[in-house]
């Protein structure tokens, strides 16, 4: 079946960039919308954006100006930066996918813990 | 974009049946039929439980149920059962092609 696994530096300075990878296994990575989601602690979910297969992409319009995605279909990867990160950007970071199939998030990383520290 | 409506908490005694509400707006959930619902235990990933408005993936328990009127999604859960106990979110897809989720509800059987 299909797995996503995240992985990236668990701690990132103030103003830096958090740089986050998604790899997918057991599944293809072409025809899906691949997603991020984070969730700050205690808090609710929140919507970051996707990359299809093809490169295309849209963000969240509240995170646009900081967000950059990216895939490599040949690796089977995805990836997510956020420049210029604050406090306000801790959270665990979901890596997911978007199926037309369903329109729903439909499997979903275990999730990474990114803490901005100073 | 703004969150969907959820009702912070909900509860219920097991073997009752339970409905969390999620409103937004004729640009998001009442402007199509693509809400989804998740089901997040503590430090989980959340789980697919009812997508297209009422639709239930392969192995979600026919106790959980979705229906959708004017710009206000509906989750039910019948039969609770202690497991049943998490936070659920909504989410639904907007005009401008982004998803947005709802503020999630904490679930509580009594």
């Known amino acids: 079946q299909v797995q996503l696994q995240e992985s990236g530096p668990g701690l990132v300075k103030p103003s830096e960039t958090l740089s986050l990878t998604c790899t997918v296994s057991?599944?293809?990575?072409?025809?899906?919308?691949w997603t991020w989601i984070r969730q700050p602690p205690g808090k609710g979910l929140e919507w970051i954006g996707y990359?299809?297969?093809?490169?295309?992409?849209n963000y969240n319009p509240s995170l646009t100006s900081r967000v950059t995605m990216s895939v490599d279909t040949s690796k089977k990867q995805f990836s997510l930066r956020l420049s210029s990160v604050t406090a306000a950007d801790t959270a665990v970071y979901y890596c997911?996918?978007?199926?037309?199939?369903?329109?729903?998030?439909?499997?979903w990383g275990q999730g990474t813990m990114v803490t901005v520290y100073s | 974009q703004s969150a969907l409506t959820q009702p912070a908490s909900v509860s219920g005694s097991p073997g009752q049946s339970i409905t969390i509400s999620c409103t937004g707006t004729?640009?998001?959930?009442?402007?199509?039929?693509?809400v989804s619902w998740y089901q997040q235990h503590p430090g989980k990933a959340p789980k697919l439980m009812i997508y297209?408005?009422?639709n239930r993936p392969s192995g979600v328990s026919n106790r959980f149920s979705g229906s959708k009127s004017g710009n206000t999604a509906s989750l039910t859960i019948s039969g609770l059962q202690a497991e049943d106990e998490a936070d659920y979110y909504c989410?639904?897809?907007?005009?401008?092609?982004?998803?947005?989720f709802g503020g999630g509800t904490k679930l509580t059987v009594l």
């Open positions: 989410s639904s897809y907007t005009t401008s092609s982004t998803r947005v």
């Open positions: 990359i299809y297969d093809s490169g295309n992409t």
């Open positions: 004729r640009s998001d959930v009442g402007g199509y039929n693509y």
């Open positions: 297209d408005v009422s």
């Open positions: 997911a996918r978007d199926s037309p199939m369903t329109d729903a998030f439909d499997i």
């Open positions: 057991g599944g293809s990575i072409s025809d899906y919308y």
